[in-house]
């Protein structure tokens, strides 16, 4: 889907706000999206750029089920059915993408925002990045990028990822930034699958898409994205990147990291960019969701009964995973705990909990800490996995490794509960209006 078609739907619906007023990408739009989040946001009015900015669109679990039009209970089984059923897009040979095709290149006409005082320069933080590989075919990942001329960024390559041993293997790759995406090919950016599998046909199988032939690149990309930057990604070429704001909400250090030269810019007639403010809602919500029917799918195969999987903001959706089982053997729990792990190597901290417990926080963390204090015993419900390679994400981790020790905690009931209540006791349910009035 256009995304400016669903932005007129939720300028419909009155879920839209305008910001018609005057307005900078420089700080003032992070400023807006950060005070008024989670509500979508549509600047039409930058003082700087010819261009509109949206934001918060996908900030919560909900705003991507009504996409989709289904429930949140249904995101992991719909993912999980995308992965395992992808299909291949239909390949076109004209694109809204291409509407506009630019002769140069100046980056500075683009609505590319300074998120914080402290961001090394202006940031691309929605980018899905489409490269490709002789021996391995398209990859889709996100890669952030910082704007370093009138034709250059610098962008943030995570070490062990697909695109990294591309480069590694290459020296150089032909790349298209896409901004503007709707959440098919926004999750399938985000999935964790093996390498060789072309993440866009796991958006072709989420909402049918299109494809085109990049302009100067040998790539096929999302045909109704808002923006296309294409040009190459250089190894050895090195730059400073950072600061810049990460997952976690802390800032993330400078690093030498490779050069992307653009070489083309391409884009819709009415082009809107896709702004994402790092380590908030939106930039939680698209990073972790995607890697939950991986941890489903893990702990699923040992036979456990799973029901549900959080990948928790409070863990900035990426280090701490809650999952909800139907538990049928004593160590139903501390096999969860591993396969939980096997499913999301970045995972720091894991809790498993019984199928009566809120795995979401909607009642103020009370469900999790309650379960957390009245079901768990640290000397047979605590796993400690003792230095391992964690996420680059988080401060606390061994510099430069990685490394770093990882728990899990059964939080389930005992089967055998010995004469002793785990339940929660129950009191009788009243209309208050008999007694209270309105």
Known sequence: MILEKYINKLREDNKLTVV???????????????AIEPKPVLFENLSDSDFRVAG????????????FGIRTEDIIPTLTKAIENRSVPEEVTEATCQEVVHDGVDLSQLPILVHNEIDGGPYISSGVVVAADPDYGQNLDFHRAMQ?????????????????RFLEKNGEVDVAFCIGNAPEVLIAAATSVETGINELEIANALQPIKVVRAKTVDLLIPAECEFVLEGRVILDEKHDEGPFIDLTETVDVVRQEPVFEVKKITHRKNAIWQGLLPGHAEHKILMGMPREPTVYKKVKDLGIDVIDVNITPGG??????????????????LKAIEAAFAGHHSAKHVWIYDEDIDIYDRQSRYDREWAFATRFQADVDLLIKDK????????SAESGTKLTTKCGFDCTKPLETEGKSYERAKFPSVDLKKFLGE
């Not at 370093?148 to 990294?164: L, P, S, T, W």
């Not at 391992?388 to 401060?395: C, K, R, T, V, W």
């Open 148 to 164: 370093i001329g009138e034709n250059r960024m610098v962008a943030r390559v995570v070490q062990g990822r697909d695109f990294h």
């Open 20 to 34: 018609s007023r005057s307005i900078s990408k420089n700080l003032e739009i992070a400023g807006v999206l950060s």
């Open 388 to 395: 391992e390679p964690g996420s680059s994400l988080d401060p």
């Open 56 to 67: 918060n669109l996908f900030c919560t679990k909900s705003q991507i089920a009504d996409y």
């Open 316 to 333: 900035s959706s990426w280090l701490h995973v809650a999952v909800k089982i139907r538990k049928k053997y004593e160590d139903d729990g």
